[in-house]
């Protein structure tokens, strides 16, 4: 542990690189672009432009769904290139992997196998459960002898976990987060508007109802069902609440598994501490509410909720 000086969280819409002595981090879109020749053509958020764009001579990939690698060699591929561009100058050295808790033991090994692969100057591999790295990154003391309830709400996955004496006493990992409000967005619109609209524009209008802006609708842009040719829409930002809401409460009903299978000593502490929620999901302007609704004790988003494993990252390599 004392080695690691860079600490990698593989998400599925980000891809995250913190290093030991810097406050700042490096934040890119986890995606990478080849051409046919299957060359290179671009990584991160240039990849990211090409998207729902590119000519059939352009394939962009994304390597990670639902928290764990989808495409192992071209995540691998990806790393390696983001690695040797970004931190070329650092040598030997440790790496650091968040990783979520509730996977298979060949999953994990996956993510091992990665680091190993992705660099020639890895000197060693150290794999940390995500849930931990949130935890910290929420402002938990994650070592005290107290039990606390963490939620992470992030891009394709959603982890729900009880943490204590610096482990975690049991961990959930449901199949479903942002992109999935994205996707309801995108069917929603084309049934009731009769617009095909793409994902960027499902997301641009979820982050419109996430900012709480003034206005009651956004311009979305898309073709027109009916005639085939490009079109523009007003569509209410409220329609966002109604699959937001519904996902939260799914949320709920698993929370309440996990309460219900832990101790009553740890299910009082969390009682007494309230519940933390991180992850992007948690810049929903009535996550918080709606939990608090549902069980009537204190909800905790911190500051930066997307950014909280790679804070908590920053944190743990420091030690």
Same mark, same amino acid.
């Given at each position: 542990?004392?080695?690691?000086?860079?600490?990698?969280?593989?998400?599925?819409?980000?891809?995250?690189?913190?290093?030991?002595?810097?406050?700042?981090?490096?934040?890119?879109?986890?995606?990478?672009?080849?051409?046919?020749?299957?060359?290179?053509?671009?990584?991160?958020?240039?990849?990211?432009?090409?998207?729902?764009?590119?000519?059939?001579?352009?394939?962009?990939?994304?390597?990670?769904?639902?928290?764990?690698?989808?495409?192992?060699?071209?995540?691998?591929?990806?790393?390696?290139?983001?690695?040797?561009?970004?931190?070329? #100058?650092?040598?030997?050295? /440790? *790496?650091?992997?968040?990783?979520?808790?509730? +996977?298979?033991? @060949? &999953?994990?090994? %996956?993510?091992?196998?990665?680091?190993?692969?992705?660099?020639?100057?890895?000197?060693?591999?150290?794999?940390?459960?995500?849930?931990?790295?949130?935890?910290?990154?929420?402002?938990?003391?994650?070592?005290?002898?107290?039990?606390?309830?963490?939620?992470?709400?992030?891009?394709?996955?959603?982890?729900?976990?009880?943490?204590?004496?610096?482990?975690?006493?049991?961990?959930?990992?449901?199949?479903?987060?942002?992109?999935?409000?994205?996707?309801?967005?995108?069917?929603?619109?084309?049934?009731?508007?009769?617009?095909?609209?793409?994902?960027?524009?499902?997301?641009?209008?979820?982050?419109?109802?996430?900012?709480?802006?003034?206005?009651?609708?956004?311009?979305?842009?898309? #073709?027109?069902?009916?005639? /085939? *040719?490009?079109?523009?829409?007003?569509?209410? +930002?409220?329609? @966002? &609440?109604?699959? %937001?809401?519904?996902?939260?409460?799914?949320?709920?009903?698993?929370?309440?598994?996990?309460?219900?299978?832990?101790?009553?000593?740890?299910?009082?502490?969390?009682?007494?501490?309230?519940?933390?929620?991180?992850?992007?999901?948690?810049?929903?302007?009535?996550?918080?509410?709606?939990?608090?609704?549902?069980?009537?004790?204190?909800?905790?988003?911190?500051?930066?909720?997307?950014?909280?494993?790679?804070?908590?990252?920053?944190?743990?390599?420091?030690?």
């Amino acid at each position: 542990m004392k080695t690691a000086q860079l600490g990698i969280e593989l998400g599925t819409r980000h891809l995250r690189i913190c290093t030991r002595d810097k406050e700042e981090f490096l934040k890119i879109k986890n995606m990478i672009a080849f051409d046919e020749d299957a060359k290179l053509k671009a990584f991160g958020n240039e990849a990211f432009a090409m998207y729902e764009k590119q000519p059939y001579s352009i394939h962009v990939v994304k390597p990670m769904e639902h928290g764990v690698i989808s495409d192992y060699t071209n995540m691998r591929y990806l790393l390696g290139t983001v690695l040797d561009h970004y931190f070329k #100058r650092i040598r030997k050295t /440790g *790496l650091m992997i968040a990783v979520p808790v509730d +996977i298979t033991n @060949v &999953e994990k090994r %996956a993510f091992e196998d990665l680091a190993w692969e992705s660099a020639s100057r890895v000197k060693d591999v150290t794999l940390v459960p995500k849930p931990i790295l949130a935890a910290i990154g929420s402002g938990i003391d994650v070592n005290a002898p107290c039990g606390n309830m963490i939620i992470d709400i992030g891009a394709s996955t959603t982890e729900i976990s009880v943490i204590s004496l610096g482990g975690i006493v049991t961990s959930r990992l449901l199949p479903y987060g942002g992109d999935q409000i994205d996707e309801w967005i995108r069917d929603y619109v084309k049934k009731n508007y009769k617009l095909a609209i793409g994902t960027r524009s499902a997301r641009h209008l979820k982050l419109a109802y996430a900012k709480i802006e003034d206005k009651e609708s956004a311009m979305i842009k898309g #073709r027109d069902l009916v005639s /085939g *040719l490009p079109k523009q829409e007003k569509i209410p +930002i409220q329609i @966002v &609440e109604e699959k %937001a809401h519904s996902q939260v409460r799914d949320i709920c009903v698993q929370v309440k598994a996990v309460l219900e299978s832990i101790t009553p000593e740890l299910a009082s502490d969390i009682m007494n501490q309230g519940i933390y929620v991180s992850g992007g999901g948690a810049a929903f302007p009535k996550t918080a509410e709606w939990i608090k609704e549902e069980f009537k004790i204190s909800v905790h988003i911190a500051d930066r909720p997307e950014d909280h494993v790679i804070l908590g990252m920053q944190s743990y390599l420091k030690r």
